[in-house]
C-alpha cells in the first residue's frame, strides 16, 4: 500500500486569481471553509497565474530566481489557515478564467523560454512554501496543443527546455534540500495525448537526457501527471495505462482525481439535450466516441449543433465521452453519467504502486456547470473531497483474512 498520507489536495484554479492579494482571498474564502466544512486536514494545490508568480520572485541570469517578500505572506496565509501545498498546478499559465480560453490555455507551449522560466520560478516559491520533509510537484502542458506544432524540431525543442527545468530542479534540491518533480499532463489534443504516446515519448526523452550526461536527474526530476478525466476520455484502460507506466519506469508524481462526463446512449435525443447544455465558450471541451469495431473518433470541441444532429459515425456509436471536468462524487446527472468507476480503479491500482503520487481533486468547472444559479462552491468542493477521503479511507483499511 503506497497511497500518499498527505492531506488531501484541491487544486485552486477554480478560483479565479490574477494577483496574489486575489490568491490569497480565494484561500480565506474557499479553501479554509472548505477544510473546516471537511473535518479533516486539506491542501491548497495552488495555482499561481504568471502575474502571480512575478510578484513573488525575480528572475536571476544564469541562477535560481530570487524570491521577493511576498512569499512570506503567502507561507504565513497558508499557516494561518491551517492548510498545507505540496504541490502547484503550473499548465494554465495565463488567465484560466478569461470570457474565452479554448486553446489558449496551452499556450505558452515548452518549446518557449516563457514555460521553461515560468516553471523554474513557480518550483522555486513552492520549495519555499512546502511543508518539512514533504517532496513537491508541478503538472503542466503536455509539451503543446497538437495544432500548434511549428515544425519538424518540436519535439526536441521541448526536450531542450525540459532537460534545462529538471538542471533547476536538481539546483534548487542541492541549495534548499526540497526535491520538487515535474509531472506532464497527457490530454486529448495534445502532443503526448495518450499512454501510448507518453510511453513513445519518454525513452526519447531519457535519451537526450543520457546524451547531455543529464540522465540520473532527469529520471528523478521527470515524469507525469495522471489525469483521470484524460486517460478515460479515450477509452483507455486506467489500470493497465498506469501498470505499463510503472513498467517502464515513468514515474507518476501526480494524479489529478477527475472525472469526465459519458453518454451512454447517443440514440437519446433527450440525452443529447442535456449534454448540449454544457456546451460553453470558456473551455475546451474536447469530445470522444468509441465505435462498436473499437474505432476512437474524435471531435476537438462540443458543440450545440453537434449533440442536436450528430454525424452518422457518432450518431451509432455506443458511447461519448466528454472533457468536462464534472463533480466527482457524481456517478451521474441527469440522463448523463461519468467516469466514476475509471476514477475508482485509478485509485486502487495508484495504491498497488511501491511509491505514492501527489493526489489533487481538480474539477476547476464549478463556474460553467449548467446550473439553475451559482454553485455553492464550498459545499460542492466539501462534497468531493468528503466522498475521496472516503473511498481512501476503504483502500486504507487492512484485507480481511
Known amino acids: 500500500m503506497s497511497l500518499s498520507t498527505l492531506p488531501l489536495s484541491y487544486c485552486s484554479n477554480v478560483h479565479p486569481a ?69 504541490t502547484l498546478n503550473t499548465f494554465p499559465y495565463g488567465n484560466f478564467h478569461s470570457e474565452r480560453v479554448k486553446d489558449q490555455v496551452y499556450l505558452p507551449n515548452w518549446t518557449t523560454p516563457e514555460r521553461c522560466d515560468y516553471t523554474i520560478a513557480s518550483a522555486r516559491v513552492l520549495a519555499e512554501i512546502l511543508a518539512e520533509g514533504c517532496d513537491g510537484s508541478l503538472s503542466t502542458v503536455p ?71 543529464l540522465e540520473a536527474i532527469a529520471r528523478r526530476h521527470l515524469g507525469v501527471c495522471f489525469d483521470v478525466c484524460h486517460q478515460a476520455l479515450e477509452f483507455e484502460d486506467v489500470a493497465a495505462s498506469i501498470a505499463a507506466l510503472k513498467a517502464r519506469d515513468i514515474r507518476i508524481n501526480k494524479l ?32 470522444l466516441a468509441r465505435t462498436s ?16 444532429t450528430p454525424p452518422a459515425s457518432f450518431a451509432t456509436a455506443p458511447e461519448w465521452r466528454v472533457h468536462f471536468h464534472v463533480p466527482v462524487h457524481r456517478d451521474q446527472i441527469g ?21 505514492a503520487p501527489h493526489l ?15 454553485a ?8 468531493e473531497l468528503k466522498a475521496v477521503h472516503g473511498w481512501l479511507s476503504e483502500l486504507r483499511q487492512p484485507a480481511t483474512p
Open 293 to 308: 469495431q473499437g474505432v476512437i473518433l474524435r471531435r476537438v470541441d462540443l458543440e450545440t449543433s453537434f449533440c442536436e
Open 143 to 213: 509539451l503543446g496543443f497538437k495544432r500548434h506544432v511549428d515544425g519538424d524540431d518540436f519535439e526536441q525543442r521541448c526536450i531542450t527546455h525540459l532537460l534545462a527545468v529538471a538542471e533547476r530542479l536538481d539546483e534548487l534540491h542541492d541549495e534548499t534540500g526540497r526535491c520538487i518533480r515535474l509531472a506532464i499532463e497527457p490530454e486529448p489534443f495534445c502532443v503526448l495525448e495518450t499512454t501510448a504516446e507518453t510511453l513513445e515519448f519518454f525513452p526519447r526523452l531519457m535519451q537526450a537526457a543520457e546524451t547531455a550526461g
Open 376 to 383: 455553492p462552491l464550498v459545499e460542492g468542493l466539501t462534497s
Open 18 to 86: 490574477q494577483t496574489l492579494d486575489e490568491v490569497l482571498r480565494g484561500l480565506a474564502q474557499f479553501t479554509a471553509p472548505t477544510r473546516a466544512a471537511c473535518g479533516f486536514p486539506i491542501a491548497a494545490g495552488l495555482w499561481l497565474a504568471s502575474p502571480v508568480i512575478a510578484e513573488l520572485a525575480s528572475p536571476a541570469p544564469n541562477a535560481l530566481p530570487a524570491l521577493t517578500p511576498r512569499v512570506a505572506e503567502l507561507a504565513a496565509a497558508l499557516r494561518d489557515l491551517d492548510l498545507t501545498c505540496y
Open 360 to 374: 489533487e481533486v481538480e474539477t476547476y468547472t464549478w463556474g460553467v456547470l449548467p446550473t439553475r444559479g451559482p
Open 335 to 355: 440522463r448523463l453519467q461519468t467516469t466514476q468507476a475509471e476514477l475508482r480503479q485509478a485509485l486502487r491500482t495508484v495504491a498497488a504502486l511501491d511509491y
Open 256 to 287: 489529478h482525481i477527475t472525472c469526465a462526463l459519458r453518454l451512454a446512449d447517443p440514440s437519446d435525443a433527450d440525452a443529447r439535450r442535456e449534454l448540449a447544455a454544457f456546451v460553453e465558450p470558456r473551455y475546451l471541451h474536447q469530445t
